[in-house]
């Protein structure tokens, strides 16, 4: 699929489409996230190998609000809340946890880091293969 680069991203769509059906399906929407994406805001401890999953169900994630740019809510870890914020681009996928079916998603680096740690196109292409070789997900027919 080629998209006109004129046009607003498609990606933040698609996550709030697929975070729909899911919750439609009475299944529980999880979304991971780069952590290491500038902007992103989780606590430092549910951060595991640069990643975090996050439960972004009405239940889990209170006054959920997802925009063309933001995934913004209020989530409790370990009893203590915290304001949760993910840049849509950070979004690497999203899924049902009870089947796995959902869309994964390339997160694409501004080149400018800002202070960020460089990552060289090498390391992307053995990230790459790494989530591809332990990815669950499942295609959505």
Do not use: C
Not at 35 to 49: D, L, N, T, W, Y
Not at 122 to 133: A, V, Y
């Amino acid at each position: 699929m080629i998209f006109d680069p004129d046009m607003s991203s498609v990606k933040p769509y698609f996550i709030k489409a697929l975070h729909e059906w899911i919750s439609d399906n009475q299944l529980t929407p999880l979304a991971v996230v780069d952590a290491s994406f500038q902007g992103v805001r989780v606590p430092e401890h549910v951060i595991e190998e640069g990643k975090v999953v996050l439960n972004i169900s009405y239940e889990a994630a209170q006054n959920l609000q997802m925009d063309d740019e933001l995934l913004a809510f209020n989530a409790r870890f370990s009893g203590v809340s915290h304001a949760i914020i993910v840049p849509m681009e950070s979004v690497s996928a999203i899924y049902a946890r009870e089947n796995g079916k959902g869309m994964m998603f390339d997160v694409e680096y501004d080149e400018a880091t800002d202070g960020q740690d460089e990552v060289s196109s090498e390391d992307k292409d053995q990230e790459k293969t790494n989530i591809n070789k332990k990815s669950h997900l499942k295609l959505v027919d």
